[in-house]
Nanobody, 114 residues
Framework: QVQLVESGGGLVQAGGSLRLSCAAS????????MGWYRQAPGKQRELVAS???????NYADSVKGRFTISRDNAKNTVYLQMDSLKPEDTAVYYC????????WGQGTQVTVSS
């Protein structure tokens, strides 16, 4: 069993920044992939960014150049730095990790106003 706790969401104006954190209950080195997904009202959940055990990065085209995923192994935490936020980024953001099984956090709301 793995517990994931997201934090850092909130309300910002377009062009602003937020940093999301996902704290895991065990060593993140045991996970093959850690990533962030988001789901806007009426839309399907989509991948935002991911990082693998060997530090391979993947970003959705819509966030490339604006978002950065990173991790701190000592803190068992993965981060999503979000810059130049747009109203289209408004969604609930979920942390997900995989080690053969999938584990999801409960989500944190990000709202970007125009």
């Amino acid at each position: 069993q793995v517990q994931l706790v997201e934090s850092g969401g909130g309300l910002v104006q377009a062009g602003g920044s937020l940093r999301l954190s996902c704290a895991a209950s065990r060593s993140i080195f045991s996970f093959n992939v850690m990533g962030w997904y988001r789901q806007a009202p009426g839309k399907q959940r989509e991948l935002v960014a991911s990082i693998t055990r060997d530090d391979r990065l993947n970003y959705a085209d819509s966030v490339k150049g604006r978002f950065t995923i990173s991790r701190d192994n000592a803190k068992n935490t993965v981060y999503l730095q979000m810059d130049s936020l747009k109203p289209e980024d408004t969604a609930v953001y979920y942390c997900r990790v995989s080690n053969g099984y999938l584990y999801w956090g409960q989500g944190t709301q990000v709202t970007v106003s125009s």
